[in-house]
């Protein structure tokens, strides 16, 4: 008997070892998953940043995270703009596949009751992550849409692509939310129809005294009507429009609006103090958080503690508040002993804005030396772009990559880290960075890179095999304007479709390995494998074109237009207005 209860202890032990031994293997593996702490800038331009060459704008706590870990200096942006560059990284494809490349001069989603967006049927890396337990959240911008069809469906919300959790704006910062800034939606067809109502209600008044005074005979019918002509013709552009504030100036937790019109004031600190509280409470299980800055969009913070503490005016005391909340995410990783198994990247969705200033000065950023800005096309200002890995213990600090890369890598490269497949029903144009990054490899996968202006293609990029060389073919420019400026100041920003740009052919060439200003093209006479490079990017355009398929126009007109039926509202439409707490509960 005692030894039947002996045997019985014996295998009861094993069982239980062998329990343990699993346990302990499976935590392994799960520790052994990094988290991630992705943090993008808006509109910040490549030359704003001491590590890449500024020397007058503060920015120790980025220089901090390229000196412990890799800085990319060609990171290349897969669009111009927030909206179509924001989906690329997303996503890990070119934005003319999900749709939302324009058509013409709508180029970004214009408002938080637009029916436009990220489809539902795109995968992020967000829904992967989500899948293989980690936990997700993205505070500050979106900019991806937000309903399809009614108000509460979120058919583009982050809740519907991959994200635990939401705090901050499903829109963006613009210069709208800010009374005495003006207006970035439409200025030029506001004024259009603010002058036609204006001349409607003339006539109608004119009308009117007519009647009254017996002067001509005027019909009470007639005056009906055009008085509902008139106030039909005023609302429909008065509400969309001078309301905007209420509608797209709206800070949300998860699917609520909690805020409607947000508080600037106390913006950058709820958002930064959203952030740590996320990287606290999920320390003890992998997490991916999507810092997603409102900064350095205009209008411009006036934060007491930077304000008048740059040499660059309002717009570098932005960027010196940026590196200081980045320094306090830092922070927040090394006190919590994360820094080892926490991958941090930094990047911007594209470059500054150089036509945004006014009487105060300049409000967009500097791109260093290379041509152009922000909605530019091609023109490598408009797309080059910071790009800083930190990974203690992974990453070899001080590491400098020249070779191409692109935002869109980043996709792969979180899935494969987090033990996560690629999509086998989609084409994904990024490439896992982790060869190049931690040296076992010294190319980089893109031979070829094409760079979109809304639907266009606009520039190919090439890396020949075996060769240092990288050219960059222009198929058409922007018209800039007035004549002899760096940008469209004319209109603010460039426009890619008809009538506002020109055409080149041959394309313009440029090699960037020798010219990374695009100052000076290469002609036949000056390159004499000119014909068989050119000859080489058209047959890579035609393989590509060969890969893109139709898909609905996230951007056209319809898409983007304002529908007060989709409008997120904080009470009852269209009566929506609340105020938001200040700290994080």
């Known amino acids: 008997m005692g030894c039947f209860i002996n045997q019985r202890s014996w295998m009861f032990a094993v069982l239980l070892l062998l329990c343990s031994i699993e346990y302990l293997i499976a935590s392994d593996h799960t520790d052994a998953r990094p988290n991630f702490i992705v943090m993008m800038v808006d509109d910040l331009g490549i030359g704003d940043i001491g590590c890449y060459g500024n020397n007058t704008v503060r920015t120790p706590n980025i220089d901090r995270l390229a000196h412990e870990g890799v800085k990319l200096t060609q990171h290349i942006a897969a669009g111009p703009l927030c909206t179509p560059s924001r989906a690329a990284f997303m996503t890990g494809r070119y934005p003319i596949r999900s749709g939302m490349g324009s058509t013409g001069r709508v180029q970004v989603i214009l408002w938080t009751g637009a029916s436009g967006g990220l489809p539902s049927n795109e995968t992020t890396f967000a829904t992967i992550l989500q899948k293989h337990d980690y936990s997700t959240g993205i505070v500050g911008k979106w900019h991806l849409g937000v309903n399809c069809d009614s108000r509460n469906d979120n058919c583009h919300h982050p809740v519907n692509h991959g994200f635990d959790y939401f705090y901050g704006l ?73 309301l905007v504030q209420t509608w797209n100036c709206i800070i949300m937790k998860n699917q609520d609006v909690i805020e409607q019109p947000m508080t600037l004031e106390t913006l950058p600190q709820r958002l930064l103090n959203e952030a740590e509280y996320f990287i606290e409470r999920n320390q003890q299980r992998p997490f991916f958080l999507f810092i997603s800055f409102a900064h350095v969009h205009t209008p411009l913070f006036t934060s007491k503690d930077f304000m008048g503490k740059s040499q660059h005016g309002l717009y570098g005391d932005n960027v010196e508040e940026v590196d200081w909340m980045v320094g306090r995410i830092t922070n927040v990783v090394e006190r919590l002993g994360l820094s080892n198994k926490t991958m941090m990247y930094f990047t911007s969705d594209h470059g500054g804005h150089l036509e945004d200033s006014d009487s105060r000065g300049q409000k967009g950023g500097w791109n260093g030396i290379y041509k152009g800005g922000k909605g530019m096309g091609g023109w490598e200002g408009g797309i080059r772009v910071p790009g800083i890995f930190r990974w203690p213990g992974t990453l070899s600090p001080g590491s400098v990559i020249d070779e191409p890369t692109s935002l869109m890598d980043v996709f792969p490269t979180l899935v ?35 760079h979109y202006c809304g639907i266009y293609l606009n520039a190919v990029r090439w890396h020949p095999q075996n060769s240092d060389a990288i050219y960059k073919a222009h198929f058409f420019t922007p018209n800039f304007s007035p004549e002899g400026a760096g940008g469209c100041y004319t209109i603010h920003i460039c426009r890619c479709d008809e009538g506002f740009v020109t055409p080149h052919n041959p394309p313009l060439l440029f090699d960037l390995s020798k010219d990374p200003s695009e100052s000076t093209p290469l002609s036949p006479d000056e390159e004499p494998l000119f014909f068989e490079i050119m000859q080489r990017i058209q047959g890579a355009v035609k393989e590509h074109k060969e890969t893109l398929t139709q898909v609905p126009h996230q951007l056209s007109w319809n898409n983007v237009l304002w529908k007060p039926w989709l409008q997120p509202c904080c009470g009852t439409f269209p009566f929506c207005s609340c105020i938001g707490k200040n700290t994080t509960t």
């Open 170 to 242: 499903p829109f963006t910062l613009f210069n709208d939310c800010k009374p005495g800034e003006g207006t970035d939606i439409l200025a030029d067809v506001q004024a259009v129809f603010r002058q036609a109502s204006q001349v409607l209600g003339l006539a109608l008044l004119t009308l009117l005294i007519a009647r009254l005074t017996g002067f001509f005979l005027v019909s009470w019918k007639l005056i009906v009507l055009l008085t509902i002509t008139v106030l039909v013709g005023f609302c429909s552009w008065y509400v969309p429009f001078a």
């Open 416 to 450: 494969n880290l987090a033990g996560g497949e690629l999509p086998k029903d989609r084409i994904i144009d990024g490439h896992d960075l982790m060869p190049l990054m931690e040296g076992k490899v010294l190319r980089s996968e893109h031979e070829f890179m094409f």
